[in-house]
């Protein structure tokens, strides 16, 4: 299993381009997320989903929009890209376990976007 | 939504010495608490876990206790080691969603 793939690694845009930030599981994981981890500091929430066709808003997606057509993929869009959004983002997944909650986040290796 | 609140932000120990790093979180609902640690340009990793059924669980040297009345939870790394260094997160998720707390960065010198 490859677990969970992010790509690109690496990406600079300018103010006002777009981009998609590509995210694949291969675990049947139902649960995705999306986070953004600003240097030095911890992972925001950016929105989430508990299967396909469901998403919903974490702590900060203003700036970000998500689709979640099948259970492998869960991809993050950037409209109109800022300087503020120069972070490194983390797509992760879970196998909720029904009555017994959340489980183990696995990660993927991040991407690093520069918008410049 | 949940808030989880981390502390403290760095932590510098000598080698040997235990290592201990606190968390709250807000909503009562929540009842997963795991905790992850993430070298340098690396992804994060969990490293222990614990259930809202649950007062303590160990590792080996780790370990994990939480009060559900006070809604806290720490973690305890004894005889650390210089391996040990990065940066631990706590996380907090009720049924859907997993808030992070906002990191310590342990150092461990030898």
């Known amino acids: 299993n490859a677990g969970v793939t992010q790509t690109p690694k690496f990406r600079i845009l300018k103010i006002g381009q777009s981009m998609t930030l590509q995210c694949t599981q291969d675990m049947n994981h139902n649960y995705m997320y999306w986070y953004r981890q600003d240097p030095g500091m911890g992972l925001k929430l950016i929105y989430y989903s508990v299967g396909a066709g469901i998403t919903d808003k974490g702590e900060v997606p203003n700036g970000y929009n998500v689709s979640r057509s099948t259970t492998e993929d869960f991809p993050l869009r950037l409209e109109l890209a800022a300087p503020s959004q120069t972070s490194v983002y983390f797509c992760a997944s879970t196998s909720h376990g029904g009555g017994v909650g959340n489980t183990e986040a696995f990660f993927g290796q991040g991407t690093r976007l520069t918008v410049v | 939504g949940e808030n989880v609140e981390q502390h403290p932000s760095t932590l510098s120990v000598q080698e040997g010495d235990s290592a201990v790093i606190k968390c709250t979180y807000s909503d009562s609902a929540s009842n997963y608490f795991p905790w992850y640690k993430q070298e340098l340009g690396k992804r994060p990793q969990l490293i222990i876990d614990?259930?809202?059924?649950?007062g303590e669980k160990k590792d080996q040297r780790i370990a994990v206790t939480l009060n559900k009345t006070a809604k806290h939870f720490s973690l305890h790394i004894t005889e650390t080691q210089p391996e040990d260094s990065a940066v631990y997160f706590c996380a907090a998720s009720g049924w859907n969603d997993m808030r992070f707390g906002a990191g310590t960065r342990l150092t461990v010198k030898p």
């Open positions: 614990i259930r809202s059924n649950v």
